[in-house]
T-cell receptor, first 113, second 115 residues
Framework: NAGVTQTPKFQVLKTGQSMTLQCAQDMNHNSMYWYRQDPGMGLRLIYYSASEGTTDKGEVPNGYNVSRLNKREFSLRLESAAPSQTSVYFC????????????FGSGTRLTVV | KNQVEQSPQSLIILEGKNCTLQCNYTVSPFSNLRWYKQDTGRGPVSLTI?????NTKSNGRYTATLDADTKQSSLHITASQLSDSASYICVVILKSGGGADGLTFGKGTHLIIQP
């Protein structure tokens, strides 16, 4: 099915470990985004990539890095995981930025112990 | 600061009943407003998108209304079904060329439909 695919779906990390969350879309969208969703809070933008080759910080970028590998793929890296990064992470894509075709992946549930 | 407030935080109704969810926003200038449905363990899925000039938009048993003057929107669900149990998120988009940081998300209303 067309859409946004995230891997893994679940992950448990120990404090200080690193990992990369993967995201791929097959809708030929130019823009891709990473959000985190915490209980009692709305989705918050971590990083986004308006087009291939560009990335920009969102509302909560600290502790994260991103790579726009190509037009399809946008990865999120935690270099040294902290318990405060326990959250559900969503990738999204759209064209144009913020456009009506805004589509979310199914999420990665990350627990840092 | 641009904000989106949703009410109630949670709601429990019986199957077959109707319900209305509220969204108030302070986002300005306004481009469009969207309602998303988020099932447990899934990503949000778009239900409706309304521009400044639209007052009402329907998607099956879901009807969204918008009053741009009072900056209020509602989502009405008719003849609820068990599959309507989900979180409903209101999202307001700035009229700034649609930049990635121009989306403001509400915290959502958690709806539970009981048999």
């Amino acid at each position: 099915n067309a859409g946004v695919t995230q891997t893994p779906k679940f992950q448990v990390l120990k404090t200080g470990q690193s990992m990369t969350l993967q995201c791929a879309q097959d809708m030929n969208h130019n823009s891709m985004y990473w959000y985190r969703q915490d209980p009692g809070m709305g989705l918050r933008l971590i990083y986004y990539s308006a087009s291939e080759g560009t990335t920009d910080k969102g509302e909560v970028p600290n502790g994260y890095n991103v790579s726009r590998l190509n037009k399809r793929e946008f990865s999120l890296r935690l270099e040294s995981a902290a318990p405060s990064q326990t959250s559900v992470y969503f990738c999204a894509s759209s064209d144009p930025p913020g456009g009506y075709g805004y589509t979310f992946g199914s999420g990665t549930r990350l627990t840092v112990v | 600061k641009n904000q989106v407030e949703q009410s109630p935080q949670s709601l429990i109704i019986l199957e077959g009943k109707n319900c209305t969810l509220q969204c108030n926003y302070t986002v300005s200038p306004f481009s469009n407003l969207r309602w998303y449905k988020q099932d447990t363990g899934r990503g949000p899925v778009s239900l409706t998108i309304m521009t400044f000039s639209e007052n009402t938009k329907s998607n099956g048993r879901y009807t969204a209304t918008l009053d741009a003057d009072t900056k209020q929107s509602s989502l009405h669900i008719t003849a609820s079904q068990l599959s309507d149990s989900a979180s409903y998120i209101c999202v307001v988009i700035l009229k700034s060329g649609g930049g990635a940081d121009g989306l403001t998300f509400g915290k959502g209303t958690h709806l539970i439909i009981q048999p």
